[in-house]
């Protein structure tokens, strides 16, 4: 998913489960700061915690 993509579904704000290593099954809240950017391998999106910047693939939505 692309950053245009990523901030049509999901608006500044929007929780997530923060997730480095899908195999652990623990992870933290988190919340989103602003919106997703391109990089050039990647799509990260700043975050409410350290690390403060996220690939976008590491994140699971929150309902």
Request: hydrophobic content about 40%.
């Amino acid at each position: 998913m692309k950053a245009e993509q990523f901030n049509q579904c999901y608006p500044v704000g929007a929780t997530f489960i923060y997730q480095p290593n899908r195999i652990l099954k623990n992870g933290t809240v988190i919340r989103t700061l602003d919106r997703a950017k391109d990089l050039t391998t990647c799509t990260v999106v700043e975050i409410n915690c350290a690390p403060y910047f996220a690939n976008i693939l590491w994140l699971t939505p929150k309902h």
